[in-house]
């Protein structure tokens, strides 16, 4: 991952001016009919006044005419800091102040503090323009502030059907996203699934491609070897190759002893980390293994298998499957008992945990990087009849609750920032407009 940009703050200035540059709101349309108040930026005033003063699309720290004058270097205190990078004030002071190698903005501990405007990827407008708006190397989707973007819609589909991209991270791409099947680009491969060419550009020619499944051409019986052997699904019924019975259970024994040469059900072949059948799943996640005849196999996923307190809660990734402990299903949803309730007890989803900066349940997500805090709403406690949510001040799904948690005069996600200060008030689309000025403008 490339280092994000830097914005520190002048040493002379002080930590609550210095915030207030950081996150100060700059009338573009204003600017270019006045011109740069200030001239271009290439002066530590102009580097520090929170404007775009060239019009660049780059404000202060985030313009490489400051970055290359000097005027964004690295403050180093005369004592080493110790602690924590991950408040307003310690992600705009110019201090590397967890001594991890990055400061303010380059840390990731203060990218997830939007008033900071340390990410600029974040509408659908930003997030569909085909420009890389924070410079971070990471273009629309496939900047995660606008996949992972809390009011960014402009990413649930496949924007572009012929870039070779998968635009929506859902795993299918182009025509193989259903997102694509009125798409000019992808329609009317059928008539032309005979001519040897890729007509709508995923890839695939022909038969090779789904949406020629339909096509007479393409379809027939899946019982010879060819046939069992070419990774299609000839005859349309769902089952490719040799997960189609018309293949494993062949009466022609080339079909049948070539099924068996690849099938995953021996003790080697459910340990070798090979998905030998081809079928998607790899060794115990393949029911073929971890459901075996042979109790040997059967023993074998079972000594891996991420399951029981002991594993749940031992910080391995037992299964070699990607999740660990409680971010594994057959963790977070075992059936016994005494393993839900340690899941429940350190799953990052109640008010607090989602506050207290630490990753309570080892995902390698911490607060409200993590999903399972993003749903996470409660009574107020200090305020009978209202909510709260712990990464969002603009609370509510109506329009009146949204204006009235942005309103309150309370800092409802305790964040240090209240109402209209607060960046998920300022760009929340339900209450567009109802801010005045809005933070990272």
Known sequence: MQTPRRIPTPAVVPAAAALMLVIACWDSEAARELGPPLGYETSWQACTDGRDNDHDRRVDCEDPDCQSRGFCSEIIPPYPPAGREDTAALCSNGIDDDDNGQFDCGDRACQGIMELCCV??????????????????????????????????????????????????????????SDCAL????????????????????????????????FSGCTGPEDTLAACQDGRDNDGNGYTDCDDFSCSDSMDMAVVDYCVSISESTLERCMDGVDNDVNGFTDCDDFSCSRSDDMAVVD???????????????????????????????????????????????????????????????????????????????????????????????????????????????????????????????????????????VCQ
């Open 120 to 177: 600029l990827e974040f509408t659908d407008e930003l997030c569909s323009n085909g420009i890389d708006d924070d410079g971070n190397g990471f273009v629309d989707c496939e900047d995660f502030s606008c996949s992972g973007g809390v009011f960014v819609t402009a990413c649930d589909s496949e924007l572009n059907c012929s870039d070779g991209d998968d635009n929506d991270t859902d795993g299918e791409t182009d025509c193989d996203d």
């Open 183 to 214: 798409d000019d680009a992808c329609v009317g491969e059928a008539p032309r699934c005979d001519d040897g060419v890729d007509n709508d550009g995923d890839g695939l020619t022909d038969c090779d491609d789904l949406e020629c499944s339909a």
């Open 300 to 438: 074998y996923c079972a000594s891996i298998s991420e399951s029981g307190l002991e594993r749940c809660s031992n910080g391995t990734d037992d299964d070699g499957n990607g999740f660990t402990d409680c971010a594994d299903f057959s963790c977070s949803a075992s059936d016994d008992m005494a393993v839900l309730d340690y899941c429940a007890a350190i799953t990052e989803a109640t008010f607090e945990r989602c506050i207290d900066g630490i990753d309570n349940d080892a995902n390698g997500f911490p607060d409200c990087d993590d999903f399972s805090c993003r749903d996470v709403l409660e009574p107020d406690p200090a305020s009978p009849g209202a909510f709260r949510s712990p990464c969002q001040e603009s609370v509510g799904t109506t329009v009146m609750a949204v204006q009235a948690a942005c309103s309150d005069e309370s800092d409802n996600d305790l964040d240090g920032f209240i109402d209209c200060e607060d960046w998920d008030c300022a760009w929340n689309p339900l209450i567009d407009g109802f801010c005045e000025t809005r």
